[in-house]
């Protein structure tokens, strides 16, 4: 109890959105609850932390004040409400299991649990990647019903230029003072205009930008290749009919389509690096570039912030993939270390699943009984015991009632914990067997697997100064590797105080 009541505290609370007449009260009642349970186990807070801020990305100011709090040592532990009041990205997430992990952090307690160094990683990573797969799901929803108002001819978005978005009918209506503008820009293209002779003579006739300037010639090419104008929305490659008044005929689109086809030059073929974009220069920061000299691939610092004597340190390509291997050694585990971490954390979460377990069969029960009603009310009408629209209307109730619970039980089975363990698996398998796929991979399949790990090496003198690599793998990178099982999945018998 000592430990506990010297220990220093800070209590941090979030809401989603920076609006003062949005979930104001969520703040003071994250603060109240979060304040007893302090003053309820004696805890020593010394600073509370408040913050307007969506934690879908990282970036958050009070956030990363508090963790450099704990990174100098100010404080020790942080009370929430809950870990996705903390992040909901597998930036901040990282940043959070790894302090914790390496005792930075000495508790984060939460109203419904105490999270220490000694827990297992698999387990802080799936419940960290709840809270990420609820914005990715917010996400999915919005995006599904953006393609319903497509579907229905309604722009989702903001209007294009031409136009305007009436928020009253929340319809998309001609702008009569610039959809002139569109109109001229096609008809002067169809006059074999230049882009530049189009920008310039419609600079002339009026044609600005809100501050008062060009429009520049890159404008105007993507207003005459979008088919928005002829009444057609185009998103994420699909075409839809809108519903808004078209400024242009179809004829005349497809004419500005045929001349730029036309007027296109192909432009010759660049050589592929694999590695470009992947490094950087420690000492001035610019970005190594490639070039092809005696038949070699070599990369080089672009010198484009000044002089810097990285520029005559020139690396072939086999040298640098040589260190991007032993950069991806180092976040390779034992996969039966891996095995074994699954294990012990699907144990857990089995003897935390009662209430969704209960929950589902109560689900199920409901469905099937509705399946029991329905057959039922078949065997009444076809015994002529009700007329057919009676039958016609409950059999209508009872579907839109199976509806509903075929949903509720889909979101309960992927509110389950065990429901992220398995992928969370697949990322330390993946990590492990990442330096084999990439030695013995292509170029396009090298460049595809530092995609999808890594950030950037920087480099001086030849050699790596920096390793960046992508959340979770850089929490993998700094772990122990060769560390006994019991520490990477946390001594339960040890007491962390």
């Known amino acids: 109890m000592n430990t506990i009541t010297t220990m220093k505290y800070v209590i941090y609370c979030r809401k989603s959105t920076d609006s003062e007449d949005r979930q104001i009260l969520s703040l003071d009642a994250q603060e109240r609850e979060l304040l007893e349970i302090a003053k309820k186990h004696d805890l020593n807070v010394v600073e509370i932390f408040r913050e307007s801020r969506s934690a879908k990305s990282a970036g958050r100011p009070v956030f990363n004040e508090v963790l450099h709090l704990i990174e100098k040592g100010k404080v020790g532990a942080i009370l929430c409400w809950k870990l996705d009041r903390l992040a909901r990205n597998f930036v901040d997430g990282g940043k959070v299991i790894d302090l914790l992990q390496r005792g930075t952090i000495k508790e984060i307690r939460t109203h419904e649990a105490i999270h220490l160094p000694s827990d297992n990683v698999l387990m802080l990573a799936v419940q960290l990647g709840m809270a990420n797969q609820y914005i990715r799901d917010l996400s999915e929803n919005v995006k599904r019903g953006n393609r319903e108002k497509l579907a229905r001819g309604e722009w989702p978005n903001h209007a294009p230029l031409g136009y305007l978005n009436d928020k009253a009918t929340r319809t998309i209506v001609v702008d009569k003072k610039k959809a002139k503008y569109v109109q001229r820009a096609f008809s002067l293209y169809l006059q074999s205009k230049t882009l530049r002779e189009v920008a310039d003579t419609m600079y002339t006739e009026g044609f600005r930008t809100r501050n008062g300037r060009k429009v520049f010639i890159g404008s105007i090419q993507r207003m005459l290749l979008n088919p928005f104008y002829m009444g057609i929305m185009k998103r994420d490659g699909k075409y839809y009919n809108g519903n808004h008044e078209p400024l242009i005929s ?132 076809v015994d002529e ?113």
């Open 250 to 381: 179809k004829v005349t689109f497809e004419k500005a389509q045929e001349l730029s086809g036309n007027r296109s030059r192909p432009r010759p073929a660049r050589l592929f690096f694999p590695l470009r974009g992947f490094l950087k220069c420690e000492v001035c920061g610019c970005a190594l570039t490639a070039s092809l000299k005696k038949g070699h691939q070599y990369y080089y610092c672009t010198n484009k912030k000044g002089p810097c004597d990285e520029h005559k340190h020139y690396m072939r390509e086999i040298y640098l993939e040589e260190q991007f291997a032993k950069v991806l050694d180092g976040i390779k585990f034992s996969e039966r270390k891996v095995e074994l971490m699954y294990q012990s954390a699907k144990e857990e979460l089995e003897n935390q699943s009662d209430y969704y377990k209960k929950t589902l069969e109560t689900l199920q029960k409901e469905l099937q009984s509705l399946k029991s009603k329905e057959s039922r009310l078949l065997d009444a009408f």
């Open 385 to 497: 015991q009700i007329p057919k629209e009676v039958y016609d209307e409950r059999v209508l109730s009872l579907n839109n009632q199976k509806v509903s619970l075929k949903k509720e039980i889909a979101r309960v089975e992927k509110q389950q914990p065990a429901f992220r363990l398995e992928p969370t698996k697949d990322v330390f398998l993946r990590a492990s067997r990442a330096k084999k796929e990439f030695l013995k991979a292509d170029d396009s399949q090298k460049r595809e697997i530092l995609e999808n790990l890594c950030w950037n090496l920087s480099f001086q003198n030849k050699k790596v100064a920096q390793v960046s690599l992508k959340s979770p793998y850089d929490i993998m990178f700094r772990a122990p590797k060769n560390a006994p099982i019991s520490i990477l999945l946390g001594d339960r018998d040890s007491n962390p105080n």
